[in-house]
């Protein structure tokens, strides 16, 4: 039993006891927020409060007063509508500062998708967010949310983990995408990644979207630099990730064509995921 004016325990802290998803009882508690049962205070969380003695519609009217007059004086300051939803979610986050900050992490089968995608989630959502490959997921027991690529999702449900898996769609750049799609089979292309383990997939997703089926030649730029020279000479168009521009850079002159393949997280996957992170 809590008493008025008792702080309730961290979201986190009380989903590891329960053996449910934290999200689970960041809703639960902002219901009872709602109720007038607690109070949400900067930097302690959320606190036991005296029964609100107003009903539902008393509440809703006196909160559409309050919230009423601060969109009028933000209004006031200029700020757009996408710039106040932006000041409310961020109002909302700190109500949990008192918490340690969620660990997220992207897994997905080969590490430079997964570099490549959890940069993009960090300079679009400000904060830190971890890069692993599937087999490493194991060794990252304490990860509040898992970040899987749709193919990979079953799989790792299958684990029973105490994080979150929340699914995204990935895309892979369509300039490089469209550049192959524009070879003849006769006709040679080149691959160069970052990691050995990304020339498999990604080029099993060049040949599935674009139907090549021509010759390809492919490296890893951990590998060293000993054969890119050569496969840039031998190749008619020259993809490489992004993960991989530093090294291949002073060979490129010598290439015929040659385009940057991206991959992010889709722009729909990016806004589902916001949501769940505070």
């Known amino acids: 039993m809590y008493r008025v004016g008792e702080k309730l325990p961290a979201t986190r802290k009380l989903a590891e006891q329960l ?20 109070v949400a205070r900067k930097g302690s969380g959320y606190v036991i409060c005296e029964a ?25 300051l200029g700020l757009d509508e ?10 909302m986050s700190l109500l949990d500062a008192d918490e340690q900050p969620l660990k997220v992490m ?10 490549a995608c959890a940069q993009h989630f960090e300079m679009i959502y400000q904060r830190e967010v971890g890069a692993i490959t599937l087999d490493e997921i194991a060794e990252h027991s304490d990860t509040d949310l898992l970040l899987i690529p749709f193919p990979s999702v079953k799989k790792v ?12 769609a990935t895309d892979f750049g369509e300039d ?12 040679t292309l080149g691959l160069v990644t970052r990691y050995p383990d990304a020339v498999a997939p990604v080029m099993s997703v060049i040949r ?42 002073p060979f ?13 997280p889709s722009e729909s996957t990016l806004k589902r995921v916001r949501s769940l992170i505070p």
């Open 19 to 38: 053996g449910i998803s934290f999200h689970t009882v960041r809703k639960a508690y902002q219901q009872l927020e709602r109720e007038g049962l607690v």
């Open 52 to 76: 609100a003695p107003l009903d539902k519609s008393s509440r809703m009217e006196k909160g559409a007063v309050i919230m009423g007059g601060a969109l009028r004086e933000v209004i006031g």
């Open 82 to 91: 996408d710039e106040i939803s932006y000041l409310v979610e961020e109002q």
């Open 106 to 115: 992207v897994a997905s089968s080969f590490r430079e998708l997964s570099i």
């Open 157 to 168: 449900v299958s684990m029973n983990l105490r994080a979150d898996v929340v699914g995204i």
């Open 176 to 187: 490089a995408l469209a550049a192959a799609a524009r070879l003849l089979d006769h006709e």
């Open 208 to 249: 599935h979207e674009t139907r090549f089926a021509g010759q390809v030649l492919a490296i890893s730029t951990e590998e060293g630099n000993a054969y890119l020279s050569s496969l840039v000479r031998q190749s008619d168009l020259t993809i490489y990730t992004a993960g991989a521009h530093r090294r291949i850079k």
């Open 252 to 264: 490129l002159e010598r290439a015929r064509r040659h385009v940057m393949m991206t991959m992010t």
